[in-house]
Structure formats: C-alpha cells, structure tokens
C-alpha cells in the first residue's frame, strides 16, 4: 500500500509541474512526436492604431481697396489629410424667371463656399483649394427690394506647399469694375 500511495504522489506531483499538457490530454488531443518538437507559434502583438493628424485650416478674405484693408473676415475648418473639408456660408436669393407667360421662382445660394484638401507629398504638405465667393453687386439688394438680384463672383482654385503655423497667400484677384483686390490667404497649424 505505501508503494501505491508513494506513485500516487508522484503521479500527481507531475502532473501539477504541467497543468496544460494535462489539459491537452484530456480533452482527447493527441500528442504527436513532430508537433512536441516544434515551437509553439507566438501570437503576434497586435500593431497600435495609427490616429490619422488633424489640422486646423485659418482662412483669411482679405478686401483691398487702393492698396489699404478696408474688411477682413476669418473662417475656419478643420481638416484630416487627404479628405475633402467643406465650408459653406450664405443666403438662398429667390429670383425670377419666365417662361412664355408662366412666370416661377428659383433660388441661388449668395455667399462663401469654400473646399480644402491637405495631402502630403513627400515630406511637404500640399493644400488644394477652390473657393467661389459671391456677394450683391449693389447692397440695396440683400434686403430683397430688387425683382432680380445682381452678384459679383469672385473663384479661385490652387494646388500649393503650406508651411505649418505660417500664412500662405491663395489667390490676389483685382475687382475689373473698382479699384478693390481681394486676397485669399491660409495658415495651417497641425493639431495632434
């Protein structure tokens, strides 16, 4: 009987030494002397998420008129690289129109539609932009007291190389109907 006991403490010394082989055992699996050789396949750490920069895009509208600023409006958006942001600020104009004797409404959109990309081309950081502005050619007409609104279109679009945290210059379009020159401007400012 001590030869029994003493192999049942053996027997269960060993087997608290390797808790998973007794575990494998169990459940069936069997053990094959070319899988017992092999390493075990490590898991693969699982890589980190890679957060996409985000940037902040100051847009500057600058008006000139005879060389000095005479109004200046500020617009931002926020942007992630190569994805479409987009800013738009107006006012839907009714108008109308006819049409043999049937006369109708439609409506356009006075104001700012602004659209920006940043992408990186290798190590620079490129902006494309197009920008349509409009606004009434006479200013009586944005409280509606005129049948058929007049505008005035001011379009831009450039492809160009930013520096972070410094002003880049868009577009300088002069007004062919004043002495007014409007100048588009950006600075971008990486946020993380």
Same mark, same amino acid.
């Given at each position: 009987?001590?030869?029994?006991?003493?192999?049942?403490? &053996?027997?269960?010394?060993?087997?608290?030494?390797?808790?998973?082989?007794?575990?494998?055992?169990?459940?069936?699996?069997?053990?094959?002397?070319?899988?017992?050789?092999?390493?075990?396949?490590?898991?693969?750490?699982?890589?980190?998420?890679? @957060?996409?920069?985000?940037?902040?895009?100051?847009?500057?509208?600058?008006?000139?008129? /005879?060389?000095?600023?005479?109004?200046?409006?500020?617009?931002?958006?926020?942007?992630?690289?190569?994805?479409?942001?987009?800013?738009?600020?107006? %006012?839907? @104009?009714?108008?109308?129109?006819?049409?043999?004797?049937?006369?109708?409404?439609?409506?356009?959109?006075?104001?700012?539609?602004?659209?920006?990309?940043?992408?990186?081309?290798?190590? /620079?950081?490129?902006? /494309?932009?197009?920008?349509?502005?409009?606004?009434? &050619?006479?200013?009586? =007409?944005?409280?509606?007291?005129?049948?058929?609104?007049? %505008?005035?279109?001011?379009?831009?679009?450039? =492809? @160009? @190389?930013?520096?972070?945290?410094?002003? %880049?210059?868009?577009?300088?379009?002069?007004?062919?109907?004043?002495?007014?020159?409007?100048?588009?401007?950006?600075?971008?400012?990486?946020?993380?």
């Amino acid at each position: 009987m001590k030869t029994w006991s003493r192999w049942l403490v &053996a027997i269960l010394f060993f087997v608290s030494l390797n808790p998973t082989a007794w575990a494998q055992d169990s459940k069936g699996a069997k053990s094959d002397k070319s899988t017992a050789d092999k390493p075990e396949a490590s898991t693969p750490e699982p890589k980190p998420l890679r @957060v996409a920069s985000s940037y902040r895009l100051d847009f500057m509208m600058n008006e000139l008129e /005879d060389g000095k600023k005479v109004n200046s409006r500020e617009y931002t958006v926020m942007a992630s690289p190569d994805e479409w942001a987009r800013l738009r600020i107006g %006012t839907r @104009v009714p108008y109308e129109t006819m049409s043999g004797t049937a006369r109708s409404v439609q409506y356009m959109d006075v104001g700012l539609n602004l659209d920006a990309r940043l992408h990186l081309v290798g190590n /620079d950081l490129a902006l /494309d932009t197009n920008g349509d502005f409009s606004s009434f &050619a006479i200013p009586e =007409q944005a409280r509606g007291t005129a049948p058929n609104p007049v %505008t005035r279109n001011i379009r831009s679009s450039a =492809q @160009v @190389v930013v520096t972070l945290g410094k002003p %880049t210059l868009l577009s300088s379009i002069d007004d062919p109907n004043s002495t007014k020159r409007y100048q588009l401007e950006v600075t971008v400012t990486k946020l993380k």
